[in-house]
Every structure is written in structure tokens, then in C-alpha cells.
């Protein structure tokens, strides 16, 4: 039981009693394993499991936790530049001026509350064509014409989980900063953060630093390439950068960057009981506690990161097998011990 060991040893690390879940056997299969990284107000502890090759700068496709990264950048944008967040995307993308989503602002498609499907129509079809790697021909001009397209929204908001929201506020957040959505999450947030191993877009020298993609059966399988929907899940990193990612929101400093990330954490929207969402972070409610979290998922990859502010405690698990089970269950159980 990979996970079940997984949790004993963290248990062990940040001096709880061993938690208890209750977890099926999970094997690892072959060239398959896990990147942890847990941390506490007494440093950061690394583990690995399954695959003996990796180690805590082992690169893993993160999935949705981009989103935390987009959400973050439109908050630093917001703060340098007032009223960005409430902005119409008529104002910001021309070509929506005479569409149903003209009036749609940054800040509904930070917290999922747009109305916008959860992917596009052109996204849909193209993973009947292009199964493993559904992203790679996404273009920002269709992703425009995804917008004009869109024929009704509802009348009030309400949560809806949104991949194509999120690709519409990156390319919101590049026509207002006039700056490449990488360039700016490399130059304003993980420069800043040391991040110095993290990046959005492959290319043909950095995909080979990047472990193999297993699907669900656990066969090898395509790494997911992306254009105009790069801030909805582009983003590869490890498990020492994202304790650096995850340290910055346990440890805020009077900087521009660590301001705009509190300011990701003010409670947006309640989904339901217990469970609400800020800017991009998922936040729940249990025990009296809060977590803010987000998980991630792409063909090969599945992953979970999170923080308890109240215990000063993080967690990073990135798995490169997609049949990896309950690995945001865990991520959970170790935040709240």
C-alpha cells in the first residue's frame, strides 16, 4: 500500500500519530512513483516512492494547479493596476464586444462563476482527435472564436469548474499586462520565488527533464502540449518548487507578490456547505479548520497541493500515473493532522 506507507512516514515527520485512511492497495506500476514534499514551520522533509530515479526536482506536468499560478497573476495585475479583476472582456478582448460573454469580468472566471463550460466546443472535438494530447492545437484565435460562439449564460452566478474560463483570463490577463502569459509567470512570480526549475510551455531540450506520462492502465503515454489554454493547466514543476510556492503562503512578507497572494485567499464565492472558492484556491472548511487547495490532472499526471494556515503546514504529492487513487484524500488527511 504505497499511499498507505506514504502517510505513516509524513505522520512520523511532522510528530502526529499515524493516520489511518481508508485506502485501497495502490501499486506503482512500472517507471511510475511519487514526488512528496511536506512542510511544516520546521522546514521541508522530500519522499519518494515507487520510481528509485526520482527525487525532489523531478519535473511532473501539475495540471489545474496551474490555475492557482493564474489566479495569483491576475491578483498581482489587479493590484498594479486597479480595477483589472472587475473589468468587462469586452474591454479587454475587442472581439467580444458584440458576443454573450462581453460582459463577463476576470474575476468570474477566477472563481469559476463566468457560466463558461467546463471545455470548449473546439476542445471537445479535439480530443476525438487528438486523445492523449487534446490541448496542443488550441490556438488563441480559436479560443476567440470559442468565445463568440458561446450562445447563452445563466442569469446568476454560479460555481461552475471551467478549464476554458481559465484559458479566456489568461488571455484576458496577456492583451491588459501586453505581456506573453509565460514571460509574465516567469518574471512576477516564479523568478521571485526561486522557482528556477519550473516552466509553462515545452520545448523539445526541457520536455526530456520532465519524468514519462502513464495513463490510467498505466502505459505510457503522451505529455499534454498547450497554447492559448496554457494558464488552465501548463505548468510543470517539482516538489522543491512547490514547497517554495506553498512556504510563500505560510510565510508572507511585505511584498507586492506576497500581497497579491493573501489576496487570492479572501473567500470569492460559496460553492456549498463547508466549501468555497478565493481567487483560483479551493478553500474547505473541517473540524475548524481551513484548507486551501487545488488538485491537478492530465493524461499522465495526477497531483495535489495544499496548506493549513492555522498549523502553518503544506503538502505537495505529484504522481506521474493517472490511475494513481485517492491522492488528493491523502493530501487532506496529512493537512489536517
Not at 202 to 225: F, L, M, R
Request: charged share 15%.
Amino acid at each position: 500500500m504505497v499511499l498507505a506507507k506514504l502517510t505513516t512516514l509524513l505522520a512520523a515527520f511532522i510528530l502526529v500519530l499515524p493516520i489511518h485512511a481508508d485506502l485501497n492497495d495502490t501499486s506503482l506500476p512500472n517507471g511510475t512513483g511519487i514526488s512528496a514534499a511536506i512542510i511544516t514551520e520546521q522546514g521541508i522533509e522530500y519522499l519518494q516512492f515507487g520510481n528509485p530515479e526520482f527525487n525532489e526536482h523531478s519535473l511532473f506536468e501539475i495540471g489545474s494547479i496551474t490555475k492557482t499560478f493564474t489566479s495569483l497573476a491576475a491578483a498581482l495585475h489587479d493590484n498594479q493596476t486597479p480595477g483589472f479583476l472587475d473589468s468587462k472582456l469586452s474591454q479587454l478582448i475587442p472581439e467580444t464586444a458584440d458576443s454573450k460573454t462581453a460582459g463577463i469580468t476576470p474575476l468570474q472566471l477566477a472563481t469559476h462563476t463566468a457560466g463558461l463550460t467546463r471545455i470548449s466546443l473546439s476542445i471537445q472535438l479535439n480530443a476525438i482527435v487528438y486523445q492523449s494530447d487534446p490541448y496542443k492545437t488550441h490556438t488563441r484565435k480559436i479560443l476567440i472564436n470559442d468565445l463568440t460562439f458561446v450562445n447563452s449564460l445563466p442569469q446568476y452566478p454560479t460555481y461552475a469548474y471551467s478549464n476554458f474560463g481559465y484559458a479566456v483570463l489568461g488571455l484576458a490577463l496577456e492583451k491588459s499586462t501586453k505581456k506573453q502569459y509565460a514571460n509574465f509567470i516567469h518574471d512576477e512570480i516564479l523568478k521571485p520565488l526561486k522557482m528556477f526549475h519550473t516552466f509553462v510551455h515545452y520545448t523539445p531540450d526541457n520536455e526530456k527533464t520532465a519524468v514519462k506520462a502513464h495513463d490510467a492502465q498505466g502505459n505510457a503515454t503522451s505529455k499534454w502540449h498547450f497554447i492559448a489554454s496554457a494558464p488552465a493547466g501548463s505548468i510543470k514543476s517539482s516538489a522543491h518548487d512547490l514547497a517554495l510556492y506553498i512556504q510563500a503562503y505560510l510565510k508572507p512578507k511585505e511584498t507586492s507578490l506576497s500581497q497579491a497572494m493573501q489576496k487570492t485567499l479572501k473567500k470569492q464565492h460559496e460553492i456549498k456547505e463547508n466549501r468555497s472558492i478565493g481567487l483560483g484556491w479551493h478553500i474547505s472548511n473541517k473540524n475548524s479548520q481551513t484548507i486551501y487547495w487545488h488538485t491537478g490532472g492530465t493524461g499522465g499526471f495526477r497531483t495535489f497541493i495544499g496548506f493549513n494556515p492555522a498549523t502553518k503546514k503544506g503538502c505537495v504529492l505529484l504522481c506521474n500515473y493517472a490511475g494513481v487513487k485517492k491522492l488528493d484524500q491523502e493530501g487532506f488527511e496529512i493537512l489536517m493532522k
